[in-house]
């Protein structure tokens, strides 16, 4: 049984979401009842819908065993994509061996923020989840499908396929990740090069270098950023096979994993015997072990949004104060990069998800009493998946960390509460990730520099203006200006300054990485400036105090929130780059606070 508070949040969400709730199950349950999907449509659709299937035409026309939908975010422009290349046909394959079929339904957009950064197709990275999960709808639409197995990993791509996932409710849906990318030079070794360049230390063709044999193979980035931190979170909310999530692509067991999860998908489909739609999945308690998973594995800010905007997708409504209280009993078990040396690769050797999960269960800190594609309770995910025979046959999972300096036990964390807080106060609501910011900096009161861009930023850090404490506002930032863009090119900058030995804070409408974390940032700060917001009113040189540790920002100036909104120029927000196609989002788009969603 989990804690009070556990337990006291949960109950809350499953209150505020009733009406919601229930509407979805309802429409869930009809569509189930409906029954399998390719019984309904004419001989003439069914026609049109086989009639590239190869081999499998007929099974589809006169079996009933199921087929399988893939969607797949496949491209080789990507590295934690590229390998999901070989996927489909393995999919195909072990659909087959079980009397069963597989097509791929449709392929969705999968974007890297880290190509991105600090560029104008950084402003289109957001919307890009929405765009996901509508493609991923179209993809499925046909009605074709038993069950939906889906491929992809990074930032934007998970969120916008759980949304699309529970459009589609009252099917199956197994997530099939493709696994880290094999390490190659350390993190921390990289992000001295990159303040090295940032402060003219090092050269272009220096940083090069270090960036190449950082990413250098197929597999997702190896630093627990986004991308990681979502792997984590379908691992604890039950829509990965148990020890899926940071397998090396291209690896034996990696292929074992991605037939496995093909067969379960039919197993657990309306013709199999262990029904399990994702309606089922994806409930108020999933969602908080979801969270719980978040801080206690110190994972990205870029989740307080898409967290939201993926559970309303299912009628659930969570708000950041659940993960603040949730954050004050939830112990920080990993240093994964940036919160320490380790990266995934480490974390998993050292024990990984199934040895965390297995002493959350024990701390009475997740439900264990959810479904999960691998079956009744997440106790299952303690669980290692291992090679026999060329099969996966699951294991338990070690009792022991393996490496105490990147994972501990629940009783001896290294911090007793989780790395993201929410902020309040007269600058609005805002969140911050301290899991890697050192104490001693986690308060932070100064005098602002105001800036609408980060290239602005840029500009003063080269001048040499930054000469004292200081409280960095960007502003103009949030989902309504400019879609949100991440401002993790500001990182090298941030550090450098603190590094010098000056007090140093970022205030922002806007998004940093799920990579950044040194320097305190307060982010998503809500109502954001093109809305009124408090932030739009101040000044350079208004005192502004940044407290993670009561969770408070606020402006101490007299008089400061009395003055007009700023006015900012956003033209140059509007073409380039894609930018053009973008422009419903940004009037349409919520706030951060509830998901930062156009759909």
Not at 72 to 98: C, G, K
Not at 123 to 148: K, P, Q, W, Y
Not at 157 to 177: D, E, K, N, R, T
Not at 239 to 253: E, K, Q
């Amino acid at each position: 049984m989990p804690n009070d508070t556990v337990l006291r949040v949960t109950e809350r969400i499953i209150k505020r979401s009733a009406d919601t709730r229930d509407a979805y199950l309802a429409r869930m349950r009809r569509a189930a009842e409906a029954g399998p999907a390719r019984a309904h449509l004419s001989c003439s659709g069914q026609a049109h819908a086989y009639a590239g299937a190869g081999p499998d035409q007929m099974a589809l026309a006169t079996k009933s065993a199921g087929n399988i939908g893939i969607i797949t975010t496949y491209n080789d422009m990507l590295s934690a994509h590229q390998p999901f290349e070989r996927f489909p046909e393995i999919i195909r394959e072990a659909a087959r061996a079980v009397g069963g079929t597989a097509q791929v339904a449709g392929g969705v957009p999968a974007m890297c923020d880290g190509v991105t950064q600090g560029t104008p197709g950084m402003e289109l990275s957001l919307f890009s989840r929405d765009i996901i999960a509508m493609a991923a709808g179209v993809g499925l639409s046909h009605n074709t499908f038993d069950s939906a197995v889906f491929l992809g990993v990074c930032d934007k791509i998970v969120p916008g396929l759980v949304i699309a996932a529970q459009a589609f409710g009252h099917l199956p849906a197994v997530f099939l990740p493709a696994g880290p990318m094999t390490s190659g030079i350390s993190n921390d070794e990289k992000a001295i090069v990159r303040q090295k360049f940032a402060a003219g230390e090092a050269t272009r063709e220096e940083l090069m270098a270090s960036e190449m044999a950082a990413y250098h193979g197929p597999g997702t980035c190896t630093f627990y950023g986004t991308a990681n931190t979502n792997q984590m979170l379908m691992e604890f909310m039950g829509l990965h096979l148990p020890g899926a999530s940071f397998v090396n692509p291209n690896t034996p067991l990696r292929d074992a994993l991605t037939i496995a999860g093909a067969q379960r998908a039919l197993a657990i489909s309306h013709l199999g015997n262990s029904y399990t739609p994702v309606c089922d999945v994806l409930d108020e308690k999933a969602y908080v072990n979801g969270i719980i998973g978040l801080h206690a594995t110190g994972g990205s800010t870029n989740l307080l949004i898409h967290l939201v905007a993926m559970a309303r997708a299912g009628g659930i409504v969570l708000d950041w104060q659940d993960f603040s209280d949730l954050a004050d009993v939830t112990p920080l078990l990993a240093r994964v990069y940036p919160n320490g040396l380790a990266d995934v690769n480490h974390f998993h050797a050292a024990g990984g998800l199934g040895y965390m999960i297995g002493q959350l269960l024990s701390g009475d800190l997740l439900h264990n009493d959810v479904k999960t594609i691998a079956g009744d309770g997440l106790e299952r995910y303690t669980q290692d998946p291992k090679l026999k025979d060329g099969a996966v046959e699951w294991v338990a999972g070690p009792k022991e960390t393996l490496n105490d300096k990147i994972l501990r036990p629940v009783d001896a964390p290294f911090q007793p509460t989780g790395g993201l807080k929410r902020l309040s106060g007269s600058l609005g609501n805002a969140v911050t990730k301290v899991s890697a910011v050192k104490p001693e900096h986690h308060i932070v009161e100064a005098p602002a520099r105001v800036f609408h861009d980060q290239e602005a930023v840029k500009d003063a850090y080269k001048k040499g203006e930054f000469s004292e404490d200081v409280v960095v506002v960007v502003r103009f930032q949030g989902p309504k200006a400019n879609g949100m863009p991440e401002l993790h090119s500001l990182t090298p900058i941030l550090a450098n300054l603190q590094a010098r030995g000056l007090k140093v804070a970022l205030v922002t409408d806007g998004r940093m990485s799920g990579a950044s974390g040194k320097v305190l940032s307060a982010i998503h700060v809500c109502p954001e400036a093109l809305d009124g917001g408090p932030i739009s009113r101040i000044q350079d040189g208004d005192l502004i105090r940044v407290d993670a540790h009561e969770g408070r920002l606020e402006v101490l100036t007299q008089g400061a929130l009395d003055r007009p909104e700023a006015v900012a120029d956003l033209t140059g927000n509007e073409y380039g780059q894609g930018r053009e196609l973008f422009a419903t989002f940004r009037r349409t788009v919520g706030a951060a606070d509830a998901g930062a969603s156009s759909i």
